[in-house]
């Protein structure tokens, strides 16, 4: 079995427990989230911190998310146990080199005086959203639209309008859910977010007529869901060029089209499941069919999400992450029991492809492709939780080929871990 | 001008010199060069100015000080009448002053008596006409006036109670005089006089008046002011107050429900003022008032007992219970059954769903009542025990049992305790359930699983207090106990839980205190079947002879034990028994004679026990000496001759002289000297210094550094022999003749300590030098060999630095006991002469010499006491922070000594290591890591040490290493070692609980 | 405010019933009276003499694992936040519910604490607080390869479930160690820990 190798350790790291690390949008950056109170900005080049963001919460940051397609300025949005996001705004001249790493280790702890970088290096607190009543637990801007999503232990899921720059306006409350919200997550072309939360559910938000409002309710685990991701559009040419395939294989990836992105979720049931949409042009075939919440009037609006597969059971304690290439279709996961764990996507040799797959009740051209384990690490953080994993561009000179990407990994031990997947 | 314009003219300016001329107004008043009445004239003008108040009010300031300043028998009768009169009757019309003419008024009262109409005359004035007090604002005034009414009360008794008896109004006006006073100063004498007329008169008809005007300051809140020049506490004001409110019986009806209801507070102060009035009340009030409330008051104390917030609210609530059972002990039995019964019915309710939070309370109170009076211990006993036996052997669980036992146990105490006090007291009540007591507790012992240790433990417990009670148990009971426990302590053999044992030997110990002559019959020949000849089981047997050696500590018992564990040892001897059994059999005759027989009386122990000792050990061939045995066997010897005078001493010495001098004999080799070498040293220890005679010493002396010298590096018992070096020197060689002495002896110290300087040289030049140190007779002597040893430093001799730790080590044969003489100073001059040399030569950039020095250093100051170092802390400190980076596993002493000093400073100085937190906090983190070397003690210490730094340095210092350490610990949590993981968990949550200070509002 | 309590009566067990470590260690030397009297360590004449054998628990070699009784040691002291009184004499904690559950694979050096409490009563409201009390106590005691995980034991509390997924929550418990006034309760209760 191939395991992924540990390329660097992001410099200084934090002295408390750091949540979730996000790669900037297109420069060569990393956002990490940290219990301090502080969020550190590490090059993906030299692996070095080059500036932090505080003060501006009162407690941990939980989790931060960058504005997609912003030139020129970096806009960066932070939630935090205090309940409140922050909007942060920096101009993009000083990224890209090594900031100096803030040796000391009171950096940040007095929450304040952390930011004395120098002008470039100056970050600005924008705007700060209150209305939350609790601690926010993660946060996500739309890919498509000037959307913006937070969710809370307090069981709601808002999303915010930014109407003009640093003016953000409430459009919708979401608050089906029956627990904290843990996650929400963007499609990556419609305007649909997911949610998992604490119930153990996961729900599908979009618009109706002008009202945001739930289209779909995906049951079927049996603890807090941590974390959602719905995969990139054209993932599908993961699986090869279409001359290659066989007709059934070339009528499935129709079908997949036809579906659209399909979503990823992880859960402290240490189960890694992957949903897809049931297109509405076949009503003959309608597995499992939930029964509607009467509140759905429109028909056209509701959706039905069923679960497609599962990745071998690689976890043997809660899973709090998984993360979906973009660029290769892959999946990495991590967890409680500081294992990384890479999958992949592939047909199935013919003979499998004629057996059905145990999990739930799945029609057969899902039955084509199948996940296998491609690499996997243990005690990656040492012996600690492992808050996080993401794909991120590889950036540092040793980058063997172009979109290479590293596995970036977010622990409990403080620690930012950046990891190649030997292939 | 007059006295009077000069004075008013100083005054404002200069108090000083006014009070200077109104004293010589004073004494021109003596010498008649100045008459009374042109004064009071001169006064005129001023004392009536309608327009100016001040005017007035200085002026009889004047007065009031021209009289302070007066002597006796200078103003007439007459005068003096006169001015008292003049003071009132304008006092009626104007209050000007007022403070003054108080003041003036108490120094003509110091100039003779007044009699009845004066003194009542006084008061009614100031109660008619300057009521309320509180009108006038300064607080001098009214404190003048106070003290006046205060001295009224005190002298004049009598008389103003005579304007009590006369007008039913007075006492009203009297009391309504001090409403609203604040000042603390003032109430002080405010509530110690108002105890008087609660004390004396018959205040029945203001009763409730009186209460309120002092009950209104409860509970005092009152904080003294950090700079209050009158250094009243809150306490004073709160002692006064609470004598005040049980002054008089009469205030029952409004006391008890007040306090009763301020009793619900849920500030613990004043529920802990209210406790105490009540006790305060209970102690004044009369019985029969007491008696009204009695059932009220446990109703609302028992609350406090039986669900404890604040155990000493508990303890308070129980004192008074105690105190009113107290109370009705003495007097008729009426009122004490109306108390008792409600409590009594209440516990065995509680009792019933034993062991509970409340069933312990209800024992409790139990104990605290029956220890007040035997009448009432047998009043519980016969309320509680009936049912208390029946639910006992009512119910099978052993924890119900358990709870049952314990709760009677604390009756029992109870008993035992009055029993040491209340001589020859009745015990019926508790005899009646003896049987039935001892039976369950005996019963619990043999028949309850062994794993039912507090079930076990307080059966023990009972026993033993039982026993403790005179004439409690019939002799047939006794005699069950004893051997129930004796069997316990020679057939259980449990290790870990479930072994009571110990608990069980001192049960029996406790018990040969109460009834030896039972003990003599039943536990002695118990012990002495257990005790073989030669043991199959060593462990076994040695667990009995402990049991047993501790019997010799009754006086009644000493005799016996001892012989008979002679009797074991030569029995043993005889048949050749393991060394470790002889050992065993030595170790308990010496604790006998150590703990056992009052000294004068050990004399007659000498000829029939150490001497036979001696001849045995003497008799035995050399290869079989054990220097263990010898060693003992010199401390028996030591501890029966030390105490003995010069005369028993010398007829012993002499006697010895022969076989020693043999043995110690040129001829014979150093290996003889060394197997008695042990005995020597405790056997020279006892004996007194006139004793000995010189030239033995000096023989002695040579023959003992010759062994020294030529011992291998680390030979058994070298220590003995260099100890016994020390003390020689130390004790028998006169500080006049020391160097002649030691040249007899053929001891060169200087070509020890710097020519040969081999290692054993060193370790007889530091032993002659510990002797001298201790003496303090040579100074000059004691000097240059300390210099020489350092030089030794210097030069880089590692065995040196390590011998300095010798030069202060404790040793316990050299004391005064001993008849050493010890020199209160000799550590201080260590101090002074070494550590300044050391301090500036350890920058020597030579590690191995550096090193040196710091293990040398290290060697002196950890045995200094704290209080030696602390004022050259500063100096000390580098030197002690490097010695934490020394990492040969040989320096490990060195570091713990190191860090335990670090712990002292930490306690005492804070302030001084606070300069240096960041070097210290990374030097002790390092210590921590066993990677590092460091053995499981140092890592400990340094945890301890690293543990202090938040709890000891101001915040701000220590907050930005929070992070760090915290984080860093998380590995000593996992160290190899379980005592260094708690210190661990405690330093953790030390610097966890570290607040940062950057917290909201939840 | 005592008058809520929902158990203002628990049985109380004795200490000397509560497993201790001597116990569980039968070996442990015993220090006998006769020791004192000629005591045997090196004298401190000669440091330069072979040290004697210090007693065991210092002595480096062997390493002492961290057993079901340690653990009990670390939380059998927290105070029941209603009682003056320690979760061990309560009963809260016991002995035989505390597990050390060994790694799951030979590759993988974590472990796992479970910790089974048992409430003083059935309706105890107390109980999440209690639970958070032994969690946190354990999270800032325990070396962090282990996992803990603190929950109900069955049948004990009606709320069992809804306690023991809130206790198993990193999230919320790391939360909860941010909000001041539940920080102070639980301070409280682990003020009594040795």
């Not at chain 1, 030139?71 to 080199?97: C, H, Y």
């Not at chain 1, 930011?115 to 209305?131: K, P, Q, T, Y």
């Not at chain 2, 016996?560 to 028994?577: F, P």
């Not at chain 3, 206790?167 to 682990?190: I, P, Q, T």
Request: charged share 25%; glycine share 4%.
């Amino acid at each position: 079995m191939p395991s992924l190798s540990l390329l660097a350790a992001a410099h200084p790291s934090c002295n408390a427990r750091t949540w979730l690390s996000t790669p900037h949008p297109h420069l060569p950056i990393i956002a990490t989230a940290c219990s301090d109170k502080t969020v550190r900005i590490y090059s993906l080049q030299n692996f070095q911190q080059q500036s932090t963001i505080s003060g501006g919460h009162k407690r941990s940051i939980r989790s931060c998310a960058w504005k997609p397609n912003s030139r020129g300025e970096s806009v960066l949005a932070t939630g935090s146990f205090d309940a409140s996001a922050g909007i942060w705004r920096r101009w993009e001249e000083g990224s890209g080199r090594a900031g100096r790493p803030e040796m000391d280790y009171t950096n940040g702890l007095a929450g304040g005086d952390g930011d004395e970088g120098d002008d470039e290096d100056e970050w600005r607190f924008a705007v700060i959203l209150d209305g939350h009543d609790s601690e926010i637990k993660s946060l996500s801007f739309s890919p498509i639209a000037p959307l913006l999503a937070t969710c809370s232990r307090d069981k709601s899921v808002w999303i915010w309008e930014e109407l003009e720059d640093d003016n953000f306006e409430t459009v919708a409350v979401l608050q089906e859910h029956e627990g904290d919200v843990k996650c929400v997550a963007w499609h990556p072309s419609e305007q649909m977010l997911a949610s998992g939360s604490y119930d153990d559910n996961i729900r599908m938000w979009k618009e109706d007529v002008d009202d945001w409002a739930c289209c779909a309710l995906l049951t079927g685990h049996e603890g807090t869901v941590w974390w959602v991701e719905f995969e990139d559009t054209n993932n599908i040419y993961a699986l090869g060029s279409s001359e290659t395939l066989n007709d059934e294989q070339r009528a499935y990836v129709d079908t997949r089209l036809k579906t659209g992105p399909r979503l990823m979720s992880c859960s402290d049931d240490m189960t890694i499941r992957v949903w897809r949409r049931v297109p509405k042009d076949k009503p003959e075939q309608q597995p499992n069919q939930l029964k509607a919440p009467s509140i759905w009037k429109n028909r056209a609006f509701e959706e039905e999400w069923v679960e497609d597969t599962r990745l071998p059971r690689a976890h043997e304690q809660p899973v709090f992450a998984v993360s979906w290439s973009r660029k290769t279709g892959k999946v990495v996961s991590a967890g409680s029991d500081g294992k990384i764990v890479v999958y992949e996507e592939r047909w199935k040799s013919g003979a499998d492809a004629l057996a059905t797959i145990g999990d739930g009740q799945i029609d057969r051209s899902a039955g084509l492709t199948e996940w296998v384990v491609v690499a996997e690490t243990v005690n990656a953080h040492d012996v600690f939780e492992i808050n996080h994993v993401v794909w991120a561009p590889r950036a540092d000179r040793g980058k063997r080929v172009d979109e290479e990407e590293v596995v970036v990994s977010t622990g409990d031990d403080g620690e930012v871990k950046v990891w190649v997947v030997d292939t | 001008m007059s006295d009077v314009q000069l004075y008013l003219l100083e005054v404002d300016k200069h108090k000083a010199e006014a009070s200077k001329i109104a004293s010589q107004s004073a004494s021109r008043l003596e010498t008649k060069q100045l008459k009374l009445i042109d004064l009071v004239t001169s006064l005129e003008p001023y004392i009536n100015n309608r327009d100016d108040a001040s005017l007035r009010a200085k002026s009889v300031a004047y007065l009031a000080e021209v009289l302070s300043h007066i002597a006796h028998k200078v103003l007439s009768l007459q005068e003096r009448r006169l001015l008292v009169d003049f003071i009132l009757g304008r006092l009626e019309g104007d209050h000007e002053g007022l403070g003054a003419s108080a003041r003036a008024l108490i120094s003509l009262e110091a100039l003779g008596n007044w009699d009845t109409d004066t003194a009542q005359k006084v008061m009614r004035t100031f109660i008619d006409y300057t009521s309320p007090l509180r009108q006038f604002k300064l607080q001098t005034e009214r404190y003048a006036v106070a003290q006046l009414i205060d001295l009224l009360l005190a002298k004049y008794r009598t008389v103003i109670r005579q304007l009590h008896d006369d007008d039913h109004e007075f006492l009203p006006a009297f009391i309504s005089y001090f409403e609203g006073e604040k000042d603390p100063r003032n109430l002080m004498i405010i509530f110690s006089m108002l105890q008087v007329p609660m004390a004396e008169w018959d205040v029945r008809a203001h009763a409730q008046d009186l209460f309120e005007s002092v009950f209104n300051y409860f509970p005092i809140t009152f904080k003294p002011p950090p700079d209050d020049p009158y250094g009243i506490s809150a306490q004073d004001l709160k002692d006064r107050l609470r004598d005040c409110i049980a002054a008089n019986s009469d205030f029952a009806p409004y006391a008890f429900p007040q306090l009763l209801d301020k009793l619900d507070s849920t500030s613990i102060n004043t529920k802990r003022d209210v406790l105490q009035a009540i006790q305060e009340c209970v102690v004044g009030y009369e019985v029969q008032t007491i008696n009204l409330y009695s059932v009220t008051l446990w109703d609302a104390l028992k609350f406090e007992i039986l669900n404890v917030q604040e155990e000493d609210l508990a303890q308070e609530a129980l004192r008074a219970l105690s105190l009113i059972a107290a109370k009705f002990a003495q007097t008729s039995e009426g009122p004490l059954n109306a108390f008792l019964r409600p409590i009594i019915k209440e516990c065995n309710e509680h009792l019933e769903d034993a062991p509970t939070k409340q069933s312990e309370a209800a024992s409790r109170i139990l104990h605290a009542i029956s220890i007040t009076a035997p009448i009432i211990a047998d009043t519980v006993i016969q309320g509680a025990f009936p049912l208390l036996f029946k639910m006992y052997h009512g119910t099978e669980s052993i924890t119900k049992r358990r709870g049952l036992l314990e709760a009677a146990n604390q009756v029992i105490g109870a008993y035992s305790k009055l029993d040491k006090v209340e001589f020859g007291m009745n015990v019926e009540a508790l005899a009646a359930f003896s049987e039935t007591a001892v039976a369950a507790m005996v019963r619990a012992l043999v028949a309850a699983p062994k794993h039912e240790v507090s079930f076990r433990l307080s059966a023990l417990t009972g026993l033993a207090q039982l026993i403790s009670v005179q004439k409690a148990l019939p002799s047939s009971q006794i005699e069950l106990a004893v051997t129930t426990v004796t069997d316990i302590i020679i057939h259980e053999h449990i290790e870990g839980h479930g072994n009571i044992r110990p608990q069980a030997i001192k049960t029996l110990v406790d018990m040969a205190h109460a009834v030896p002559q039972v003990l003599q019959e039943r536990a002695i020949p118990a012990f002495m079947v257990e005790l073989p000849d030669v043991p199959d089981d060593l462990s076994r047997s040695e667990h009995v002879l402990e049991a047993f050696a501790q019997l010799a500590t009754e006086k009644q018992l000493f005799h016996t034990t001892i012989l008979r564990l002679k009797g074991k040892l030569e029995a043993a001897r005889r048949q050749d028994a393991p060394a470790t059994y002889q050992r065993s059999l030595l170790l308990a005759l010496l604790y006998g004679f150590t703990f056992g027989e009052p000294i004068p009386a050990r004399a007659d122990c000498y000829r029939p026990y150490a001497i036979p000792l001696v001849d045995e050990f003497v008799r035995c061939h050399l290869a079989r000496r054990d220097p263990a045995m010898c060693e003992i066997v010199g401390r028996i010897c030591n501890s029966i001759l030390r105490p003995q005078g010069v005369h028993f001493q010398s007829g012993v010495y002499h006697k010895d002289l022969s076989w020693m001098s043999q043995e110690t004999a040129t001829q014979t080799s150093v290996e003889n000297l060394r197997s008695i070498t042990p005995y020597l040293l405790f056997y020279y220890a006892a004996l007194r210094v006139e004793v000995v005679e010189a030239e033995d010493i000096v023989a002695l002396l040579q023959k003992t550094s010759a062994a020294a010298l030529d011992a291998g590096v680390g030979t058994n018992g070298h220590g003995m022999t260099l100890r016994l070096l020390s003390l020689l020197v130390n004790k028998f060689v006169n500080p006049k003749t020391m160097q002649v002495t030691l040249e007899a002896a053929k001891l060169d110290v200087d070509a020890l300590l710097t020519k040969d300087c081999s290692v054993n040289a060193i370790g007889v030049g530091c032993a002659i030098v510990k002797g001298l140190l201790l003496q303090g007779k040579s100074a000059a002597l004691t000097t240059k060999y300390l210099q020489a040893l350092l030089d030794q430093l210097t030069a880089g001799n590692r065995e040196v630095a390590m011998r300095f730790t010798t030069l202060l080590a404790p040793d316990d044969v050299l004391t005064k006991e001993n008849h050493c003489l010890i020199s209160n100073l000799y550590k201080q001059k260590v101090f002074t002469q070494a550590v300044p040399f050391i301090t500036n030569s350890v920058r020597n950039p030579d590690a191995q010499k550096k090193s040196n020095y710091l293990v040398a250093l290290s060697g002196i100051l950890r045995w200094l006491p704290y209080s030696i170092m602390e004022p050259s802390l500063p100096i000390l400190l580098p030197p002690l922070l490097q010695t934490l980076d020394l990492d040969t596993s040989a320096d490990q002493e060195v570091k713990a000594s190191g860090l335990t000093i670090f712990e002292s400073m930490l306690m005492h100085d804070p302030s001084v290591v606070a300069e240096h937190t960041a070097s210290l906090v990374t030097r002790l983190l390092n210590c921590t890591t066993a990677e590092a070397g460091n053995h499981a003690n140092v890592r400990a210490k340094a945890l301890q040490c690293l543990a202090l730094i938040p709890r000891q340095l101001k915040r701000e210092a220590v907050v930005p290493y929070r992070r760090q350490v915290v984080k860093r610990l998380l590995a000593c949590l996992d160290d190899a070692k379980r005592i260094v993981r708690a210190e661990a968990v405690k330093c953790r949550t030390a610097w966890l609980a570290l607040d940062e200070g950057t917290d909201d509002a939840d | 405010m005592e008058a809520d309590k929902d158990n203002a009566n628990p049985t109380i067990l004795n200490p000397s019933d509560l497993p201790s470590r001597r116990r569980s260690a039968p070996t442990a030397k015993r220090v006998g009276i006769f020791e004192a009297l000629a005591p045997a360590n090196i004298s401190p004449a000669d440091p330069l003499a072979p040290p004697v054998a210090s007693d065991s628990t210092l002595s480096d070699d062997e390493r002492e694992e961290i057993d079901e009784q340690e653990v009990y040691d670390l939380i059998s002291t927290i105070s029941d936040p209603e009682h003056p009184l320690s979760l061990g004499s309560l009963g809260v904690v016991t002995l035989d519910d505390i597990a050390i559950i060994p790694p799951a694979s030979p590759r993988s050096r974590i472990s796992s604490v479970r910790v089974l409490i048992t409430p003083t009563t059935s309706a105890c409201s107390l109980t999440t607080v209690i639970g958070l009390g032994v969690k946190v106590r354990l999270l800032n005691a325990l070396p962090p390869r282990f996992r803990v995980d603190v929950r109900i034991k069955e049948g004990t509390s009606r709320t069992a479930d809804e306690v023991n997924k809130q206790l198993g929550d990193k999230e919320r418990v790391a939360a909860a160690m941010e909000n001041r006034s539940l920080v102070n309760v639980v301070n409280n209760m682990l003020a009594t820990c040795a």
